[in-house]
């Protein structure tokens, strides 16, 4: 009585497959190796755009110098 037996998981199983029939549970299972597939890209993507983002910070920045700006005289406003 204290753990789970073949037997309990074997009628377990039976049962999901009697509600949800064959087709859909091969369904399932297909969106769900489309799911590891697109998460398993898209850490190879972001492992691929480290790399790039690493050499754009790491790149020395562009000698700038200032110019000049014409400031306005100051305005006297007594009031």
Do not use: N
């Amino acid at each position: 009585m204290g753990g789970i037996g073949i037997w309990q998981i074997l009628i377990v199983a039976l049962v999901i497959l009697v509600l949800f029939g064959r087709g859909r549970i091969s369904e399932m299972m297909g969106d769900f190796g489309k799911g590891i597939s697109s998460f398993k890209k898209g850490m190879t993507e972001e492992d691929e755009a480290e790399p790039a983002s690493k050499a754009r910070i790491e790149a020395p920045a562009k000698d700038v110098t200032p110019t000049e700006t014409k400031t306005s005289e100051p305005s006297d406003k007594a009031g």
